[in-house]
């Protein structure tokens, strides 16, 4: 099984138990961007919400919203990140030339940035070469050692970070599942426990 990366769980993923209560984090793939002594912070990357992409960039900016669609990527959706702000907006990106020095934009580590910035988000939605990006809405966040409590109870497998290959080659319904057989389980059988962060 593949330890946890060496900063603790960030960055990482953490893969979520096949009974894990909490109905906001039920077979989730979290990229955990923070994890330090003031608690954690992390992402969900397999879970579409209930908008698109150009639904989001109507709201705006109108020249937005009709970039991403000559660029391909208006019908996209976007993903609920997480339970904590579900109106903030992020932008999960791998660092290249484009957006790599946008205000804002910082590094997760094995070639997966994050920011907000809207010169981040016109720098992505314009981009011909159609770099890869998810938008987010909302984040998870736990507090002190409680992500490590609900480790050690079993509601979270840690998985280490090799790249962004799992955010964005895998489609958006098969993560969780290739992230559990990664972890040289199958899906469904490994053991629970409860949990979840906090909202």
């Not at 809405?137 to 409680?146: E, F, I, K, T, V």
């Not at 962004?164 to 057989?181: G, M, N, Y």
Request: glycine share 16%; hydrophobic share 45%; no cysteine.
């Amino acid at each position: 099984m593949p330890s946890p990366a060496p900063s603790g769980l960030a960055p990482g993923f953490l893969v979520a138990a096949p009974a894990l209560g909490d109905p906001n984090f039920a077979g989730s793939l979290v990229l955990m961007a923070e994890h330090h002594g003031e608690g954690a912070l992390g992402f969900v990357v397999n879970r579409p919400g209930p908008v698109t992409v150009a639904e989001v960039l109507a709201s705006v900016d109108e020249d937005l919203r009709r970039a991403a669609e000559a660029n391909g990527r208006a019908g996209a959706p976007v993903l609920v990140g997480g339970p904590v702000q579900p109106e903030r907006l992020w932008i999960l990106f791998r660092p290249g030339g484009i957006g790599a020095d946008a205000e804002g934009a910082v590094p997760v580590g094995n070639g997966l940035s994050l920011g907000g910035s809207r010169e981040l988000l016109e720098a992505l939605v314009r981009a011909p070469r159609g770099d890869p990006f998810l938008l987010l809405l909302g984040y998870a966040g736990w507090a002190p050692m409680q992500v490590e409590r609900e480790v050690a109870a079993g509601a979270w497998v840690p998985l280490e970070l090799e790249g962004s290959d799992l955010v964005f080659d895998v489609p958006l319904e098969q993560r969780w599942e290739t992230a559990v057989r990664r972890l040289g389980l199958e899906p469904g059988g490994f053991l629970v426990g409860g949990g979840g962060a906090s909202a």
